[in-house]
């Protein structure tokens, strides 16, 4: 988001309460998603979950908060003269609701022990780690007063960056250890869980993350220089090693 308000010209300062809200977003859906009753996960970036910690109930209530915090938290967002609190505020819900992070979930918890097509399994994907990153950038882009032409650069960089990361996501889920990712590997295949790889083959599957990253790189035309932390970005996600 810092890098996407700083390629359209904003400041900085402007962009840091709507980071911050996507951030607790962020952490809620990891919270909620490690639980028993949807991914089931007892580690998270090398430590215990939080239900593994605090228990179930408590874990549900640590989302909870922390999304409700994230509106509180974006509202004082400085506005600009095409932007304002308004459209930040229903970017922001669009995101995390039925249309896009939840209606995912459920395409996700439904996929579970099922043949998926690879469009079925982009689906998932777009309207969860690829809606979550573009929101990202279109919130930058809003607090920089970011001109159409920007925002559907931002949109399309991020549409594209979104799926590449879970492309690799699910790479590095069969080919990293637990040790190095902070998470359990393997643990998509354990639960039958559709993923790049089972549909693709990983040799397709690095093809389709590289074609992904192109895509999202050349997106970024319109910022010219100032697109560059854009770009690194793009780099550093396609060759990560966790």
């Known amino acids: 988001m810092l890098a996407a308000a700083e390629a359209c010209g904003g400041k900085l300062e402007d962009a840091l309460a709507p980071a911050c809200a996507v951030e607790l977003m962020h952490t809620y859906s990891l919270v909620h998603d490690d639980l028993p009753c949807m991914d089931d996960d007892d580690l998270r970036r090398g430590r215990p979950t939080s239900h593994k910690v605090y228990g179930e109930g408590m874990a549900v209530l640590i989302g909870d908060a922390l999304l409700t915090e994230a509106f509180a938290i974006l509202a004082r967002t400085p506005e600009t003269k095409r932007y304002g609190i308004r459209e930040m505020l229903v970017e922001f819900a669009d995101c995390g609701g039925s249309k896009k992070l939840i209606g995912g979930q459920v395409l996700d918890l439904e996929g579970e022990g099922k043949d998926l097509t690879k469009r079925e399994l982009v689906r998932i994907h777009e309207n969860k780690t690829a809606a979550l990153l573009m929101t990202s950038l279109r919130l930058g882009g809003m607090t920089a007063n970011a001109t159409p032409r920007q925002m559907e650069g931002l949109s399309e960089f991020?549409?594209?960056?979104?799926?590449?990361?879970?492309?690799?996501?699910?790479?590095?889920?069969?080919?990293?250890?637990?040790?190095?990712?902070?998470k359990t590997a393997g643990k998509d295949e354990a639960v039958d869980k559709a993923t790049y790889p089972s549909i693709l083959g990983l040799e397709k599957s690095k093809k389709e993350a590289a074609r992904l990253t192109k895509k999202a790189l050349d997106a970024l035309g319109v910022f010219g220089r100032k697109g560059m932390k854009l770009e690194e970005i793009a780099h550093y996600l396609l060759d990560r090693e966790f």
């Open 158 to 182: 991020g549409y594209n960056l979104g799926l590449a990361f879970q492309v690799v996501d699910d790479i590095l889920d069969v080919t990293q250890s637990t040790e190095v990712l902070g």
